[in-house]
């Protein structure tokens, strides 16, 4: 059975980074995407981006463009979302998702971690 | 840029009775890289329909879904307590993958 488990919350300033991360237990790490979503507070759903690892694909949704990096570790089995230049309304919860299908960065989710608050405030 | 339109936003309906939600594409999409999601308050999504109307692992067999092109329905047969949530479809035909706004089904 696979599990994601991500990293504990956190809360940064502006203009400040943060990396997380999205650990993968059970099944084929570098088969599958692994997708980043994040959800603002009582908003719906956004998909940031996401990595294959096989391939070495990235893609990311393009207002994040230019701050946003998502790479995978095949060692660890672990996936690593890092934006930078933070900024209040980047403050949201991060989801990260398995891709349902081998070989194909663009799939549906299933199964998801359980997310990791990062909250951008002065 | 493809957008998915979800309807109703909110769907008030009592236990037992029948839901019916809408996604709609602004251009034709195809079947197989249409995907609806669940989730609860405090909880992450989970997949409920992949590929428009394959059930995903463990999900019952009240949940159906179906369309082709720009119109997708997903339909709750006889609403469980557990059931009562918000919604959403997805769409990953191209980049960027896009998520529908949601509907919540609430307890009328």
């Known amino acids: 059975q696979v599990q994601l488990v991500q990293s504990g919350p956190e809360v940064k300033k502006p203009g400040s980074s943060v990396k997380l991360s999205c650990k993968t237990s059970g099944g084929t790490f570098r088969s599958y995407a692994i997708g980043w979503v994040r959800q603002a507070p009582g908003q719906g759903l956004e998909w940031v981006g996401g990595?294959?690892?096989?391939?070495?694909?990235?893609d990311y949704a393009q207002r994040l463009q230019g701050r946003l990096t998502i790479t995978a570790d095949e060692a660890t089995s672990t996936a690593y979302m890092e934006l930078t230049s933070l900024k209040p309304d980047d403050t949201a919860i991060y989801y990260c998702g398995r891709g349902l299908e081998a070989d194909h960065l663009y799939t549906s989710f299933d199964p998801w971690g359980q997310g990791t608050l990062v909250t951008v405030s002065s | 840029e493809v957008v998915l339109t979800q309807s109703p936003g909110t769907l008030s309906l009592t236990p037992g009775a029948r839901a019916t939600l809408s996604c709609r594409a602004s251009?034709?999409?195809?079947?197989?890289?249409l995907a609806w999601y669940q989730q609860k308050p405090g909880q992450a999504p989970r997949l409920l329909i992949y590929a428009s109307s394959t059930r995903a692992t463990g999900i019952p067999d009240r949940f159906s879904g179906s369309g082709s092109g720009t119109d997708f329905t997903l339909s709750i047969s006889g609403l469980e307590p557990e059931d009562f949530a918000v919604y959403y479809c997805?769409?990953?035909?191209?980049?960027?993958?896009?998520f529908g706004g949601g509907t919540k089904v609430e307890l009328k």
């Open positions: 997805q769409q990953f035909s191209n980049s960027p993958v896009i």
């Open positions: 251009q034709s999409i195809a079947g197989r890289y």
């Open positions: 990595v294959l690892p096989i391939f070495r694909s990235t």
